[in-house]
Every structure is written in C-alpha cells, then in structure tokens.
C-alpha cells in the first residue's frame, strides 16, 4: 500500500510516497489561483538518478527521488553516508529498495550489480606487464634474484616488483 508524508523542510507544499514518488500539494499562487495537485515527472540528469525540482520561497532545490524517499521516511542523510539501491536500479525509489550507506558500500553495490566494470592486470591500457611476467617475477625472487635486476629484465621501477611480490599489485594473480 502507498503511503504519502510531508518532505521534510517542504512540509504543506510537497510530499513522498513510500513507491517513490513525489507531489506537489494543491495551493494557492501568488495571482490567487488555485494551482491543483500533481505527481513531479523527474527528470535523468547526468544518465543516473532520477530528479525532481522543489520550489520554496522563490527558490529551486534539486533532489534526487531516492533521497527524497530516505529523508521523507527514515530521516536525514547522516555524515559521510549517501543514498543507495539496494537492487542496482536507479530508477527504483521504492522505499524497500533504499537505505543510508558509505560510499564504499555504494561502490560495492555499484561492482555487484555490474555497474562498474574493474580494468586490471593486463587489460589495464598501462599495464607494461602480463600475468605471465608476474608469475615470472615472483618466481625469480623467491629463487633469490636481486629485485632491481629483475626490474631491468622487465623494464619496470624496482619499487613495483616490491609490490608485486608483497602482493600490493597485481594481488588478483596466483
């Protein structure tokens, strides 16, 4: 069932549903006319999340719908957290599809849903290495070759075959 409340700091002009969507209230303009109620139509900015304008006292405010949703029905954004689907859709403002979370979990979100792709390794456009060569290069120091030799032989930083063996680069290669 779809339930209405009040926008916070818009309380009497606008209000959110708990389906993700938002409405003006019926009021009375500055030329005495009644202007009647009506659901916004967001708009897509930037390709990504859905937007709605708000107007208060001569002004426009942007909002995404899904923060509209969280801050209408679980609260305002906390510190450091931001709004994320839970589903992966953008466009699903559902207020069981939202929550408050880190960018780090957004990020991971975003990696699950197959939103991001991760250019690593030797698809990376600057990789100067294959995975072949990082075997090879683990190997050689673990056989007691002299890192900076083995960076000569590969024509990388000797910094970087340090971290290939640490594993800090590279980390995805057995």
């Known amino acids: 069932m779809e339930v209405w409340q009040p ?27 009644t202007v009647p109620a009506k659901i916004l139509t967001p708009s897509c900015r930037g390709g990504r999340y859905l937007y709605v304008m708000l107007g208060k ?26 709004g994320c689907h839970f ?4 466009s ?4 069981e599809n939202l929550r408050w979370d880190t960018s780090k979990a957004n990020h991971a979100d975003r990696r699950r849903h197959g939103r991001i792709t991760v250019t690593r390794g030797e698809g990376h456009y600057a990789s100067k290495l294959t995975e072949d ?17 083995v960076a000569e032989k590969f024509g ?13 680069k590279w980390a995805h290669v057995v």
């Open 87 to 90: 589903n992966g859709n953008m």
């Open 133 to 149: 060569n990082v075997r090879s290069i683990r190997r050689l120091v673990h056989e007691g070759a002299i890192q900076r030799r």
């Open 7 to 33: 926008i916070p700091g818009f309380e009497g002009a606008y209000e959110a549903s708990s389906n993700g969507q938002v409405r003006s209230l019926s009021r009375v303009a500055c030329n005495g006319r």
């Open 57 to 82: 006292d001569g002004q426009r405010f942007y909002f995404g719908v899904h923060q509209i949703v969280l801050m209408t029905f679980v609260g305002r954004c906390p510190e450091g957290m931001q």
């Open 92 to 95: 699903d403002n559902r207020i």
């Open 156 to 168: 990388i930083h000797p910094t970087t075959v340090c971290e290939i063996v640490k594993r800090e």
